[in-house]
T-cell receptor, first 112, second 115 residues
Framework: GENVEQHPSTLSVQEGDSAVIKCTYS??????FPWYKQELGKRPQLIID?????GEKKDQRIAVTLNKTAKHFSLHITETQPEDSAVYFC???????????FGRGTSLIVHP | EAGVAQSPRYKIIEKRQSVAFWCNPI?????LYWYQQILGQGPKLLIQ????????DSQLPKDRFSAERLKGVDSTLKIQPAKLEDSAVYLC?????????????FGEGSRLTVL
């Protein structure tokens, strides 16, 4: 089955800095890569996603890049704000099995 | 539109007791998932339904966990007997897509504490 590795487990930045979270996947059939944000005590919510036919996608301060050859994808947050503090999960979904596999999560802490 | 509903939100039981969680997905969503989220870890898929059929339950501990989705709508997840390591948040999610790709909508979760 699919295996998703996510790094780092914890990321501490100053407000205004950029943050990068990286994930790798194992199944070459995976073709959909969403990112979820989970604030403390709340449900995970989708913040951005990318499909395998696209190399990069941006949405305001958030961007995701995908390298299919290397089987890795990354979340980039620019001009971080304290409200960006949360746990971020990457996931990979195989076009064959359609089963979402999540990474272990990255706890992002943005210091004011 | 209404989101994914789960109940109960919190449950405390003794080991070896049983517990059941209920999930009502977003109307029209064919795919329903149960995830186990242990503190500090990512969600781990327990079972995935497509309408009322099982797509994957390879990580469901079938000696103690069971799940069903009657009529392709609501779902229940049962644990019997519970172990200490079952302490976790049980997240239900639903998705509209029936084989392509799409957003998972999560419920608030059911937090289980096994003493």
């Amino acid at each position: 089955g699919e295996n998703v590795e996510q790094h780092p487990s914890t990321l501490s930045v100053q407000e205004g800095d950029s943050a990068v979270i990286k994930c790798t996947y194992s199944d070459s059939a995976s073709n959909y890569f969403p990112w979820y944000k989970q604030e403390l005590g709340k449900r995970p919510q989708l913040i951005i996603d990318i499909r395998s036919n696209v190399g990069e996608k941006k949405d305001q301060r958030i961007a995701v890049t995908l390298n299919k050859t290397a089987k890795h994808f990354s979340l980039h947050i620019t001009e971080t704000q304290p409200e960006d503090s949360a746990v971020y999960f990457c996931a990979a979904i195989s076009g064959g099995s359609y089963i979402p596999t999540f990474g272990r999560g990255t706890s992002l802490i943005v210091h004011p | 539109e209404a989101g994914v509903a789960q109940s109960p939100r919190y449950k405390i039981i003794e080991k070896r007791q049983s517990v059941a969680f209920w999930c009502n997905p977003i109307s029209g969503h064919a795919t329903l998932y149960w995830y186990q989220q242990i503190l500090g870890q990512g969600p781990k898929l327990l079972i995935q339904f497509q309408n009322n059929g099982v797509v994957d339950d390879s990580q469901l501990p079938k000696d103690r966990f069971s799940a069903e989705r009657l009529k392709g709508v609501d779902s229940t997840l049962k644990i019997q007997p519970a172990k200490l390591e079952d302490s976790a948040v049980y997240l239900c999610a639903s998705s509209f897509w029936t084989g392509g790709t799409g957003e998972l909508f999560f419920g608030e979760g059911s937090r289980l504490t096994v003493l």
